[in-house]
């Protein structure tokens, strides 16, 4: 049923410029009917900072910027969803056009600049769905013109905690001037300190709330270093790897559009962000999960990121070129992966390539 109505509505989106495109998906969305939800193979289960995922397929994080249909899309088969970025008051981001189709490759260019409509509303809408179960985790960003940035992450951790599976601290998007600096030794020491400090003066009420940060795919391995450090130092219950890339790589055909400003995901983002994800891994040495993203678009792809230390992924850009029926593809190619392997779980798989992709030469 996804497919016949993908089939008929995906040349029309394409037709589209990208984010009306955008906008009218969230509206087909909104209005779609209750599909019966299907059953995951059990096999696909995760349990991952103290919570029980159905299957490890996320929708990333900027899909659902403003928490309008995470309903719609764990019915459509994601383990689960991540909203926002959200930041503590309505922004408008940058002048459009910011958001294009790199159709020849797959790609994604956006310097969209955390448009969002502010805590107050997409918190009332958390709130309302509180109640539907399914996990729903929440993306923070700080306000592009915030006085204090380490504050309006404390703000929304504050605000969001109960009515959130779980909290990623984005400060990896390259959209916001200086929100990267955020990733330095000294800084991001300061940030978690005081986003774990919140976490745990909220949680008598909140309850427990995991805290996940994440991070650019463009760090070198000795900021790398420093980031997962803190990170380990700070407790926090996973790291996200990781969001787009400044890079462009010389591979890219649409070599126009790739001279857009922004960060660039999908397929060309896919080999960085496999070999960032398994630089990762070996640091952080099992103490706490990842999640994998960037340039997810095949099942084959999937599995390799597990195989690359992926805990749970999640993916956006290619559900604009393959659709969502891309989610269940990979649910197959992982319960298929399982089959061939005997094994009872995805954890078996996870990292068993990780120390050998560290090896290998420097992705272009
Ligand atoms: C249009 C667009 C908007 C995005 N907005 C956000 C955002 O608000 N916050 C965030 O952490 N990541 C954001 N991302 C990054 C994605 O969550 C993801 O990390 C990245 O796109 C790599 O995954 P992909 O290649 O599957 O798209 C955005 C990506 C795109 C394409």
Redesign the pocket.
Known sequence: MIAAFERLVRPLLHALDPEDA?ALTLKLLKIAPALPVVRDDPRLAVRAFGLNFPNPVGM????D?NAEVPDALLRLGFGFV?V??ITPRPQPGNPRPR?FRLDADGG?I?R?G?NSQGADLVLRRLAARADAGGIVGI?V?ANKNSADRVADYVALIERFASVASYV?V?I??PNTPGLRNLQQATALDDLLARVVDVRERVAPNAGPTPVLL?IAPDLSLAELDDVVGIARSRRVDGM?V???TLARPPSLRETKLAQEAG?L???P??PL?TRMLAETYVRVEGVFPLVG?????SGAAALARVRAGATLL?????LVFRGLGLVADIKSALAGALDRHHHDSLAELVGADAAAATAEPWPQ
Not at 60 to 63: C, S, V
Not at 293 to 297: A, E, L
Not at 314 to 318: E, H, T
Request: glycine share 20%; charged share 10%; net charge positive.
């Open positions: 955008h990333a994080a900027g899909f910027k991540e926002g970025t958001l994604v956006n969209l955390f993306n960003g990623t984005n990896s998007s994440k996200i990781g969001n787009t960060g995901s999908g397929s983002l896919r962000a993203t960037g340039g997810i678009d999640q993916l956006y850009s290619a």
